[in-house]
């Protein structure tokens, strides 16, 4: 007889295939759980980190911008009460003689006003008639008549009795794109109109200077960068010293120039705003990619712009994700050995389950053989599994049975048996050939075998 695999073997087997198969697939789906999930997580930090780049550079850039215009308006508030308060001294000055004296030294009074001059060699005062004439003028004694604009001004000021205005009396300034700023003050019963002259532009100069010192000094995030320049595209300051004070429009960066058109134009029509752009590393030479922040500084007609590159994002997000997959390596990790660990259990629980199968079929084995010369009963109770402990039962049922067909054949026999021997008839059982195999006592008297 061929030799078969035993049924223990083979449910072992089935057991830790599909256990292994069940672990396998459970490990799959996990990982593939976690790379979809880490995908997400990844994609998630990149979104998280360009927006918290974003709010930083902003940031940063509103404070610059911020702090420019706060000193801006704060100079301008500074310059205006100068010229006010120079104005007022030399009115106080010259109208503190009484109105005879003051006639009197008329000339000298209007030359030395003329001769007053700044550090450029202009005109720090003018003194006007109520008619629009300058008196002021330095070395001419000669009276001008003044234009219909002079006029305009000096009725104003006649009206208010003193006020600001942009106007070059003295027509001392040519060249000049901006008209000085002029604070006149009227005294009403000699007519005469007295003020202040200066240029707004330069008073501003040193608080351009200390802003810009202030700027290139300012705490940036890690990484970012900040560039000013004017509408023209005259640099300011830059991350490349060799491009401050140069106008990029004259260079040769085409990177830059055109970077430079889409910043200015942004503060021109929006003020401010986020703006991808490439520009020139000014390390390496080679392009790079750029997010950017600018706001516009509208009094003095600046940009100004913190910008991050594209390596300083991309370093700090593979570090990110460089993590998120060391984390993933190790859940990885601990499900294996997880699995390992089940797989062995599995093993155990199969070879104990396979060691209790096999000492119930032993024993099934062992009532088979005997069942032709014995009727030992199998115990249900000390069976490990319902199914063995059921067909122990069976077992039993047919050993019972058995043994009732036993003895009812073993009565049958008995009185088969006292019929034929003690019957008075002649009785005699023959074979297929008709020779006598078995005859009672009176058969065999009959035939003289008695």
Known sequence: MKPKRRLTQIL?????GVSLASIILGAFLWVNYQKNQSEK???????????????????ETQIVAGHIESQTAEGQVEFYQGVKSAALEVY???????????????????????????????PRYVALDRDGRVLSRPGQSEEFA??????????????????????????????????PVVYLKADEELGWIVGAVSLYSESQAAIKEENLAWAVSAPLPSGSNLMIMDYAGQVLTSPDEAQVGKNVFEGENALLIKAASRIIRGARLY????????????????????????RA??????????????????SALAEEQRNLGESVKRQIVHVVL????????????GQFISKKASLSFEEFYRFFDNAASASIE???????????ALLAVSVNRMIAQRRQANESLTASETKFRTVFDFSPQLIAITDEAGRVVEANEEFANFVGCG
């Open 92 to 122: 106080d000055a010259v109208f503190s003689q009484d109105d005879q004296k003051l006639l009197a030294n008329r000339d000298a009074i209007l030359s030395v006003l003329g001769e007053m001059r700044d550090e450029a060699g202009r």
């Open 338 to 349: 997880v699995s390992i660990v089940m797989l062995a259990l599995v093993a155990v629980l």
């Open 378 to 388: 199998i115990d249900p109770e000390a069976q490990p599994f319902d199914e063995f």
């Open 12 to 16: 072992l087997f089935l057991m830790s």
């Open 297 to 314: 500084i509208e009094p003095w007609r600046w940009v100004t712009v913190v910008f991050v590159d594209s390596d300083e994002l991309a």
């Open 146 to 179: 003044a234009n219909p604009e002079v006029k305009a001004i000096v009725e104003s000021v006649l009206d208010l009795g003193e006020a600001f205005y942009r106007f070059d009396f003295n027509e001392s300034w040519p060249g000049q794109a901006e008209k």
């Open 271 to 294: 003020k401010s705003g986020f703006l991808e752009f490439y520009f020139q590393d000014f390390e390496t030479g080679e392009p790079k990619w750029a997010v950017g922040y600018f």
């Open 41 to 59: 997580v990844s994609q998630r930090i990149s979104v998280e980190y360009r927006r918290n780049w974003e709010e930083a550079i902003s940031r």
